[in-house]
């Protein structure tokens, strides 16, 4: 009998301690919740298990496998938003490689010296950590945990210790509940600030951070951002705090709404970016997208 519930009684926190501690293979569903106009016991609006949002997958207690609602997890678009592919390259191998399981595409890309063994590993396990962080954020979901149910065999399986996994995940969500209430509001754009170009002079940004770069326009959300990145709600907002306590963005309400910008919004303290280990955005092409996309 599978084990089941709603994460507002058993956060995902207590249920990867239950599946670390017991050794359990299996796959956690968790579910949209619709309301059944019925109250538990303990007074709470009765939910009733919907769409599928997120499944996460474990082998004798051991996270292996991540993957959410609406946001591609295949190896081409893992290894695309790592920046371990090109955009073009990303594109290519979709066209090309259209009916290719993700293991096999991994040993055509290893001989092929597109990436190698450790990068792939490295992506994957980043894109599932990414996942699973995200949904330690959800409180109020149905969900069910399915013993021995795994991924298929052509999806390619990293295990990942759970003990760390909770851990920073703890650390995250502290940390995000201070930016969720600074970016509440997903629907909000980004702009430049005033002189834009000094502000980037020697500033380090990292894969990510670039992406969401390139998509600052008063016209693009911060939501349609995150989509056009294949970021999680988490993801984005982690970003878009970094780069606005930095002063390389500021977030305003979409063009043509009338209300004003969101108060306090400019004004916000700053704070020096991490330096992080990836490639520096060259100040000429970062001058030449700003020019580009403020004459839009």
Same mark, same amino acid.
């Given at each position: 009998?599978?084990?089941?519930?709603?994460?507002?009684?058993?956060?995902?926190?207590?249920?990867?301690?239950?599946?670390?501690?017991? #050794?359990?293979?299996?796959?956690?569903?968790?579910?949209? *919740?619709?309301?059944?106009?019925?109250?538990?016991? @303990?007074?709470?609006?009765?939910? !009733? +298990? *919907?769409?599928?949002?997120?499944?996460?997958?474990?082998?004798? #207690?051991?996270?292996?496998?991540?993957?959410?609602?609406?946001?591609?997890?295949?190896?081409?678009?893992?290894?695309?938003?790592?920046?371990?592919?090109?955009?073009?390259?990303?594109?290519?191998?979709?066209?090309?490689?259209?009916? $290719?399981?993700?293991? !096999?595409?991994?040993?055509?890309?290893?001989?092929? /010296?597109?990436? /190698?063994?450790?990068?792939?590993?490295?992506? &994957?396990?980043?894109?599932?950590?990414?996942?699973?962080?995200? &949904?330690?954020?959800?409180?109020?979901?149905?969900?069910?945990?399915?013993?021995?149910?795994? =991924? $298929?065999?052509?999806?390619?399986?990293? +295990?990942?210790?759970?003990?760390?996994?909770?851990?920073?995940?703890?650390?995250?969500?502290?940390?995000?509940?201070?930016?969720?209430?600074?970016? %509440? /509001?997903?629907? @909000?754009?980004?702009?430049?600030?005033?002189? =834009?170009?000094?502000?980037? %002079? *020697?500033?380090?940004?990292?894969?990510? %951070?670039?992406?969401?770069?390139?998509?600052?326009?008063?016209?693009? $959300?911060?939501? @349609?951002?995150?989509?056009?990145?294949? @970021?999680?709600?988490? %993801?984005?907002?982690?970003?878009?705090? *970094?780069?606005?306590?930095?002063?390389?963005?500021?977030?305003?309400?979409?063009?043509?709404?009338?209300?004003?910008?969101? +108060?306090?919004?400019?004004?916000?303290?700053?704070?020096?970016?991490?330096?992080?280990?990836? +490639?520096?955005?060259?100040?000429?092409?970062?001058?030449?997208? &700003?020019?580009?996309?403020?004459? &839009?």
């Amino acid at each position: 009998m599978p084990l089941q519930g709603n994460l507002r009684d058993f956060s995902t926190t207590q249920l990867l301690n239950l599946i670390n501690l017991s #050794g359990r293979t299996g796959t956690l569903k968790i579910f949209e *919740g619709i309301a059944t106009g019925e109250k538990d016991a @303990m007074n709470n609006e009765k939910l !009733a +298990p *919907g769409k599928e949002r997120a499944r996460v997958a474990f082998r004798a #207690g051991k996270l292996v496998f991540a993957s959410l609602a609406g946001q591609a997890t295949d190896l081409v678009s893992v290894l695309n938003k790592t920046g371990k592919l090109s955009d073009s390259q990303a594109q290519l191998l979709r066209d090309r490689a259209k009916n $290719t399981t993700d293991k !096999a595409l991994a040993v055509r890309l290893i001989s092929a /010296n597109y990436v /190698n063994k450790n990068d792939i590993v490295a992506s &994957i396990q980043q894109a599932i950590l990414d996942i699973v962080y995200n &949904i330690m954020a959800w409180n109020n979901d149905p969900f069910r945990f399915d013993d021995n149910e795994q =991924p $298929t065999d052509d999806v390619i399986l990293v +295990p990942i210790d759970l003990e760390n996994v909770i851990i920073e995940g703890a650390r995250r969500m502290k940390e995000l509940d201070e930016i969720t209430k600074h970016i %509440e /509001n997903l629907d @909000m754009c980004l702009k430049f600030p005033e002189n =834009p170009k000094e502000k980037f %002079e *020697g500033i380090h940004l990292s894969v990510e %951070e670039w992406r969401v770069v390139s998509f600052v326009n008063p016209k693009n $959300t911060i939501r @349609m951002i995150a989509k056009a990145n294949n @970021m999680t709600d988490m %993801e984005i907002r982690r970003v878009v705090y *970094g780069l606005e306590q930095a002063g390389l963005v500021e977030i305003v309400r979409p063009q043509g709404d009338p209300k004003a910008a969101r +108060p306090g919004a400019a004004n916000a303290s700053r704070r020096a970016a991490k330096s992080k280990p990836q +490639p520096q955005v060259q100040k000429a092409v970062v001058n030449r997208l &700003i020019d580009k996309l403020k004459s &839009i």
